[in-house]
């Protein structure tokens, strides 16, 4: 039984950070490590991309919520205390601030680098003669077929502008007559143009590209002969894109989310971007169609988009990169032929991207193939566009296998991509199952059936990241295969669950949301504070993306008031405030955002009536997590694997000084300090060695 919270007083409201401006200073972190010099300058531009993408689905999703709060005079206070409309002003200011600081970031540091390594970002009017004269030519033969000019006046309507898109808005006069009329068009460009363009690129030597908008403004009088252009600026505008589906009144759900995929790029705008220098009277035009007061339009001191200087990081510089780094295939899965052998034998446990995801991958393979093998469940939540998990499954119904795929059609950005493979596996016999209602399926789960003898034995790999190969060399997450019965009995009952029907399952050994994930860590944390109130050793570890549950920071402030010490690594949105006194002394919160995305969910509980418990899954400790998702968080029951979680995961991350930043009371994420005698260390840096290591005694 969960035994009720009792701190040493309530904590107020600002014993908790406000998630939106928690998120941005987690983004300016992201920023960060563009304005670093310690990282190779190209990968400096991907991480300065990397913050524009952020940004935007930040807008799309978050501030589209609390712009539609206040839309319906919603007046009440978040945890923090602050309300819709306070907390759209404080995030104005910040991310003001930090736009500010990203363009300041391009335009004084990383372009002039890139100028000192033979790279160029030109504008218009830096073009040479010979440069001017491939751009025209560029122009009339690639650009010019393409775009389609929209006036604005009374015979021609105001034209939908989608989502993200760039658009040039052109202001024009008759020469004859410049006094009476002021003329504005736009030039919507379309997403299959290019938007970074190589000048001259066989001429290589320095590289010179420029943004597509340059080279439309340049020419944009092309579109309007008889006209004179006063000026072009490019902008474009985000839209909400949250989906809204009724999933009780839905009777496809997978022709409804169709239907509003459509719909998202006809989204309410929530904000506008737009070049510096445009004429007060466009910039009124464009605010009023597009309904947005100037609160939320951001002008804008060089280009739109910077996520598009992420070509450039194909540019063959291998001097401007990290380091290449090929993940080790060296754990005891590496025979791919014996994996089943080897999982009866042991369980095992991969480190990625620092472990090679194929093991992954071989797992599903040869299910597939197996005669052996009767079943096999999966969960797809993401996966990339060739998938072989996905081509697996369809190999194995082929192969006359019963495969189940539970699809996510939901999962945010992906859902085009998750309908197509949705109808795939439904054209090759797959059974396709879209979860419960009301509850994104978004655990992480691959269950193989298989007879041995006369016995049905099961097999799983329980994960924290999805099953996708390409972001598994980029996200850091584990990947835990297992034969054990009481887990693999567990998964069982799960896909059971998914699929059937049951109103409660019961599950040992899994923590499964909706149903038992919440009340055990209530009562993981509950254990660890009763243990430290009589004396005993007590100590919380924590590893995640997000920390927003209130009931759950406040059973953590308990614990710390008791005396338990809490270490807690928050990649991203942190609400709990560590390091105040008489509330949260024993928490510290540090967060590393360094080459690879810190996506891994562990948790460690010391004293809870005997051995320390220690779990891994795919949910972070946020309401949507606990209550509207399927997740799913998994015992580590291996000894050796245990003492590699303490010994090496938590230890060297809670060791990082170089890369990993320490929360403050007041919010700021600082460098941990560190003594001259004391050298440098990254956690990953660490593991990418100790992966180097593995993979050359293997070759050997």
Request: proline share 6%.
């Amino acid at each position: 039984m969960i035994r009720p919270v009792v701190p040493s007083g309530k904590p107020s409201k600002s014993a908790y950070f406000n998630r939106e401006l928690s998120w941005l200073a987690f983004n300016r972190r992201v920023l960060g490590q563009a304005q670093d010099s310690r990282h190779p300058l190209l990968e400096r531009v991907k991480f300065l991309a990397i913050v524009c993408s952020n940004l935007d689905e930040f807008f799309e999703i978050r501030v589209a919520g609390i712009i539609q709060q206040v839309d319906s005079g919603v007046t009440e206070s978040s945890v923090d205390g602050l309300g819709p409309k306070e907390s759209l002003r404080r995030i104005h200011s910040v991310v003001a601030s930090l736009v500010e600081d990203q363009y300041a970031c391009w335009h004084n540091h990383l372009m002039p680098a890139l100028a000192a390594e033979g790279i160029l970002v030109k504008i218009a009017a830096e073009f040479d003669q010979t440069e001017l004269n491939w751009v025209t030519a560029y122009f009339h033969e690639q650009i010019y077929p393409v775009l389609t000019p929209l006036a604005l006046d009374q015979s021609h309507p105001f034209p939908q502008l989608s989502n993200k898109t760039l658009n040039v808005v052109v202001s024009l006069d008759n020469p004859a007559t410049p006094e009476i009329e002021q003329l504005v068009a736009i030039l919507p460009v379309p997403r299959i143009l290019p938007r970074l363009i190589q000048i001259n690129p066989t001429n290589a030597n320095p590289q010179c590209f420029v943004f597509i908008s340059e080279i439309i403004k340049l020419c944009a009088g092309e579109f309007f002969p008889g006209y004179r252009v006063n000026g072009a600026h490019s902008f474009r505008v985000t839209r909400n894109s949250d989906l809204y589906i009724d999933e009780e009144e839905a009777e496809n759900l997978l022709k409804k989310i169709e239907e509003e995929l459509r719909n998202l790029r006809r989204g309410a705008a929530v904000r506008l971007e737009i070049e510096e220098g445009v004429d007060d009277t466009i910039f009124t035009t464009l605010c009023e169609h597009l309904d947005l007061s100037h609160e939320y339009v951001f002008r804008l001191g060089g280009p739109l988009n910077l996520l598009r200087l992420m070509s450039l990081a194909d540019i063959d510089r291998p001097d401007l990169k990290y380091p290449p780094f090929m993940p080790a295939n060296a754990s005891p899965l590496r025979d791919a032929g014996r994996i089943f052998d080897t999982l009866r034998e042991q369980d095992v446990l991969l480190h990625h991207p620092y472990d090679s995801f194929q093991p992954v991958v071989d797992f599903v393979e040869q299910a597939a193939r197996d005669p052996m093998v009767f079943a096999i469940k999966q969960t797809l939540y993401r996966t990339s566009g060739d998938s072989p998990i996905v081509r697996a499954l369809i190999e194995a119904s082929k192969n006359g296998k019963q495969v189940t795929a539970l699809v996510e059609l939901k999962a945010r950005f992906d859902e085009a991509n998750n309908i197509q493979w949705a109808k795939q596996l439904e054209e090759a016999g797959v059974h396709v199952v879209y979860g419960l209602v009301g509850h994104k399926t978004h655990c992480k789960c691959s269950l193989v059936v298989r007879r041995e003898g006369k016995l049905l034995r099961r097999y799983a790999h329980l994960g924290t990241g999805n099953y996708n190969p390409k972001t598994a060399r980029l996200y850091t997450d584990l990947s835990y295969f297992t034969a054990r019965e009481e887990l693999t009995a567990d998964a069982g009952n799960l896909f059971n669950t998914l699929t059937g029907f049951s109103r409660e399952p019961e599950f040992s050994h899994l923590l499964v949301a909706p149903y038992n994930l919440y009340r055990r860590i209530q009562e993981l944390i509950q254990y660890e504070t009763e243990n430290a109130a009589v004396g005993r050793p007590a100590r919380i570890m924590v590893k995640m993306n997000s920390l927003v549950d209130k009931a759950t920071i406040d059973r953590l402030y308990a614990a710390s008031q008791a005396g338990v010490q809490i270490d807690l690594i928050i990649r991203g949105v942190c609400c709990l405030v560590p390091g105040v006194r008489g509330l949260s002394e024993n928490i510290r919160v540090s967060s590393i955002v360094n080459r690879f995305l810190e996506h891994a969910r562990v948790f460690y509980f010391q004293n809870t009536g005997g051995e320390p418990l220690i779990y891994a899954g795919s949910a972070d400790w946020m309401p949507r997590n606990f209550f509207r998702r399927v997740e799913v968080v998994f015992p580590i029951k291996d000894p050796a694997l245990r003492r590699w979680i303490v010994d090496e995961l938590f230890t060297l991350e809670l060791q990082d000084n170089e890369f990993a930043r320490m929360l403050h009371p007041n919010g700021g994420y600082l460098r941990i300090p560190r003594s001259i005698d004391v050298p440098p260390f990254s956690s990953q840096g660490y593991f990418i060695a100790s992966a180097m290591q593995r993979a050359a005694r293997q070759d050997d």
